[in-house]
T-cell receptor, first 115, second 113 residues
Framework: GAVVSQHPSRVICKSGTSVKIECRSL??????MFWYRQFPKQSLMLMAT?????????EQGVEKDKFLINHASLTLSTLTVTSAHPEDSSFYIC???????????FGPGTRLTVL | GDSVTQMEGPVTLSEEAFLTINCTYT??????LFWYVQYPGEGLQLLLK?????DKGSNKGFEATYRKETTSFHLEKGSVQVSDSAVYFC????????????FGTGTLLAVQP
């Protein structure tokens, strides 16, 4: 199946700093990429949807200026958490829209801890 | 809006027991339905899917049937193994232009030897 990678897998940062998370589709072109946030023992909450070369569409309640998403190519999307605070600590997961209808391929996730 | 409700866990079973994880959905259109599995420390993997009413998705001994009349997509397996221990997520996609997925809260399955 299609493979999506995320980097880093785990990051710890100080409050007030910015963190960038990369999401890559390794063997397919993802015209659409999705960013999710998962809290402990909870479901995945969609944060935003991005299409290559255009601005991301954010879900209600997600701060656009805090979670910057760039989808520069068909194989790379980045999520930058700006001025991170402890409440931003979470598990961030990306997925890429696959060639099969309605199918997404998920990355392994990035654990962000803000001290 | 569209939503997915699945049974709360954890579900604890002995090896070779029968598994059912209930999932019901609310949708205005004709969604596609999915079960994803998340093994410890790993990302989500598609387990099975069904795109229209009465379709049955199956994979690795797991099955789920798209029931439009009861708006359900219950996951079943006849004989679970320890290696099936994971979190299972039911999800739907309305098939719109963005193919957004809406997830249930997840059900933790723990299979004991």
């Amino acid at each position: 199946g299609a493979v999506v990678s995320q980097h880093p897998s785990r990051v710890i940062c100080k409050s007030g700093t910015s963190v960038k998370i990369e999401c890559r589709s390794l063997d397919f072109q993802a015209t659409t990429m999705f960013w999710y946030r998962q809290f402990p023992k909870q479901s995945l909450m969609l944060m935003a949807t991005s299409n290559e070369g255009s601005k991301a569409t954010y879900e209600q309640g997600v701060e656009k200026d805090k979670f910057l998403i760039n989808h520069a190519s068909l194989t790379l999307s980045t999520l930058t958490v700006t001025s991170a605070h402890p409440e931003d600590s979470s598990f961030y997961i990306c997925s890429g829209g696959g060639v099969a209808q309605n199918e997404q391929f998920f990355g392994p996730g990035t654990r962000l801890t803000v001290l | 809006g569209d939503s997915v409700t699945q049974m709360e866990g954890p579900v604890t079973l002995s090896e070779e027991a029968f598994l059912t994880i209930n999932c019901t959905y609310t949708a205005t259109g004709y969604p596609s339905l999915f079960w994803y599995v998340q093994y410890p420390g790993e990302g989500l993997q598609l387990l099975l899917k069904a795109t229209k009413a009465d379709d049955k998705g199956s994979n690795k001994g797991f099955e789920a049937t798209y029931r439009k009349e009861t708006t359900s997509f219950h996951l079943e397996k006849g004989s679970v193994q320890v290696s099936d221990s994971a979190v299972y997520f039911c999800a739907l996609s309305d098939g719109g232009a963005t193919n957004k997925l809406i997830f249930g809260t997840g059900t933790l399955l723990a299979v004991q030897p």
